[in-house]
Each structure stands twice: as C-alpha cells, then as structure tokens.
C-alpha cells in the first residue's frame, strides 16, 4: 500500500518548516544568481561599448591617413602635370 502523500509526507514538512525553509532558501540562490547574471550583462554591455569606441577611433585616424595619403598624391600629380608642361612648352619654342 503506497502511503498518503499528503498527510504522511508532506505535512510534517510543512509543520516542521522544512518545506518553507528551502522554498526561502531557493528564493535566495535563485535571486544571487539573477544579481550575477545582470552584472555578467552589464559588463560585457561596458565591453562592447569600449570596443565600439575602439574602432572609431582607429576609423577616424585611418580616414585621416586616407586624406594625407590622398593630398600627397594629388599634389605629386599636380607636380608632374606641371614639369610636363614645362617641358612641352619647351620644345614647342
């Protein structure tokens, strides 16, 4: 015969506190757990935002070399078209 599981096993449980006790005990773990898991989120949000900040950075200063690189090549240009055309008028003459 199986016994009650109402009166014979989870009453003195229940009267004892023991049922109590762990449901305030698993409450805990449970909460500490959800606290370390928005902490967990809340750095790598930090992380991405500093690596985000990161490429910026390294965008904005390749952008800069991009527009140096850019001027040294149209000036060295302007300097060609300049000596050619110095040279053609010179031999037209």
Do not use: C
Request: charged content about 30%; hydrophobic content about 45%; aromatic content about 8%.
């Amino acid at each position: 015969m199986q016994p009650d599981l109402v009166n014979e096993i989870a009453r003195p449980y229940l009267t004892e506190g023991v049922l109590g006790t762990s449901v305030l005990v698993l409450a805990y773990v449970v909460i500490k757990l959800w606290n370390k898991l928005e902490a967990k989120d809340t750095a790598h949000k930090v992380e991405l935002a500093a690596k985000d900040a990161l490429i910026k950075e390294i965008y904005d200063d390749r952008v800069t070399e991009a527009k140096l690189g850019y001027e040294f090549a149209k000036d060295y240009k302007n300097q060609n078209d300049a000596l050619l055309a110095a040279v053609r008028g010179k031999g037209m003459a």
